[in-house]
């Protein structure tokens, strides 16, 4: 099931859609780091344990995939 929510109620263990060049992926997140103009995202991918790390501003919004 996939939920839209903003990126800042986003925290460490979700899983959220992201959307790159090549397809999107699962990331599970690991770390959320909330800075002045936005949000800075780092976790794994949950298929093949690529990192990402990713921006995001505050307001935005997400998909957070409920597992």
Same mark, same amino acid.
């Given at each position: @099931?996939?939920?839209?929510v903003?990126? *800042?109620?986003? *925290? #460490? %263990?979700? +899983?959220?859609?992201?959307?790159?060049?090549?397809g999107?992926c #699962?990331?599970?997140? #690991?770390? +959320?780091e909330?800075?002045?103009? =936005?949000?800075?995202?780092? %976790?794994? $991918?949950?298929?093949?344990?690529? @990192?990402?790390?990713? =921006? @995001?501003?505050? %307001?935005?919004? #997400?998909?957070?995939? $409920?597992?």
């Amino acid at each position: @099931m996939t939920v839209i929510v903003l990126a *800042e109620s986003l *925290e #460490a %263990g979700n +899983v959220v859609e992201l959307s790159t060049r090549y397809g999107s992926c #699962a990331i599970r997140l #690991a770390q +959320v780091e909330r800075r002045l103009n =936005g949000i800075k995202f780092t %976790g794994r $991918d949950t298929r093949d344990s690529v @990192m990402y790390s990713f =921006g @995001m501003k505050y %307001g935005q919004s #997400a998909t957070r995939l $409920d597992c």
